[in-house]
């Protein structure tokens, strides 16, 4: 999805101009209750497709970026490069992949994507065994394939403007999408790709039960792409897991536990947004100043999204208005008028930087308990 790149960037650039610069790089979220949180970019070209860089560029980015696994999707049918750079074998990024990675942290997984006209356009394949055998002519075949060898697969930048797919840039779900859905060969939908999000996509996951994903679908650099000097981050989805294996992720990508983190929003749904949220922002050393009714505390975000909170309490704040943000891995002081000296207290928020479908936000409670 190149193309739109030149034409979003201005814009981007004046939605990310709002950052922390203190986030650091490696994009690290805590674990929520029985689950590990696992960082992914399921989605990335190298020469072996349309991208610009060696696979081995690849893992060294996702390495900086502290990610849990990645995967290179070339494209199986789109080959710009292949006369400079012949490979008649399509698992030659992955192995070139997995030896770069061989001493790291970082699980790679096998992937393709699958390149046809609308519908079904793109779609990536992975946990695939043989990217080969997926070259296959008929679009309903190769999804066959695909789901033979255990394949998860989701729906690719179903908002992509290019004129030979969304040119309104509204995803919208074709017949031939229905049917991959129903016969269990299509498992989730990019509701972000690159510098695109899109509420229709995410309309389109909870509609049919699919995975919601974000992904980078990085063909230069990172850094460059989502101006990492600026205090941008690519798009990520995490998964929760009860491992960190494969299989693991495996089994949560098809049980639709994700959520998508792109430029500074979460996007995933209740079930896992809540708990995470829970989880990013604590409550902490609250006690009452002096002899007032004026309780002080401290709001600590423990994750690189900075969070904007709408204040839904029963109390006022005395040094802030209704809305808050607290950047990444920052501490807010917060001065809450109880009106009366209270042994405890829940304070409520809506996230407004978190969505669990269009123009929907969280509402996340913390408990209270002012020290004597
Ligand atoms: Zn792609």
Request: net charge neutral.
């Amino acid at each position: 999805m190149r193309l739109v790149f030149f034409l979003l960037f201005p814009l981007a650039a004046f939605a990310q101009s709002n950052h922390s610069h203190l986030r650091g790089r490696v994009m690290k979220f805590p674990a929520i209750p029985g689950y590990l949180t696992l960082t992914s970019d399921l989605h990335m070209h190298s020469v072996f497709s349309d991208g610009s860089v060696w696979p081995d560029i690849r893992v060294q980015e996702a390495l900086m970026d502290g990610l849990d696994m990645i995967s290179l999707t070339e494209h199986l049918e789109y080959q710009p490069h292949k006369d400079d750079i012949p490979h008649p074998d399509r698992n030659r990024a992955h192995q070139l992949a997995l030896e770069e990675a061989k001493d790291h942290d970082l699980m790679i997984f096998r992937g393709s994507e699958i390149t046809r006209k609308m519908p079904p356009g793109h779609c990536n394949a992975i946990f695939i065994q043989d990217a080969n055998k997926l070259l296959i002519n008929d679009s309903l075949e190769v999804f066959k394939e695909a789901s033979r060898q255990g394949a998860f697969v989701f729906w690719n930048h179903p908002n992509w403007i290019s004129l030979s797919h969304r040119p309104d840039g509204v995803a919208t779900l074709t017949p031939f999408h229905q049917r991959l859905i129903s016969e269990k060969l299509l498992h989730g939908i990019e509701v972000v790709n690159e510098l695109t999000y899109s509420d229709e996509a995410l309309q389109i996951a909870l509609d049919n039960n699919l995975t919601i994903m974000g992904t980078s679908d990085i063909h230069g650099l990172v850094d460059w792409q989502f101006g990492l000097n600026k205090g941008g981050h690519r798009p990520l989805t995490m998964v929760f897991a009860k491992e960190k294996s494969e299989a693991s992720v495996k089994e949560a990508l098809f049980a639709r536990r994700t959520v998508v983190f792109f430029n500074d929003m979460l996007i995933g749904r209740t079930e896992q947004l809540k708990p995470l949220v829970a989880q990013c922002i604590k409550a902490d050393s609250a006690r009452y100043i002096g002899k007032t009714q004026v309780l002080k505390l401290w709001l600590r975000n423990d994750s690189p999204c900075p969070m904007t909170l709408k204040n839904q309490s029963a109390f006022r704040f005395h040094n802030a208005g209704e809305v808050i943000r607290i950047n990444a891995f920052e501490t807010l002081e917060l001065e809450v008028k109880t009106l009366n000296r209270l042994a405890g207290l829940s304070l409520d928020f809506e996230v407004l930087n978190a969505v669990y479908a269009p123009g929907k936000h969280p509402f996340c409670k913390w408990q209270v308990t002012p020290l004597p």
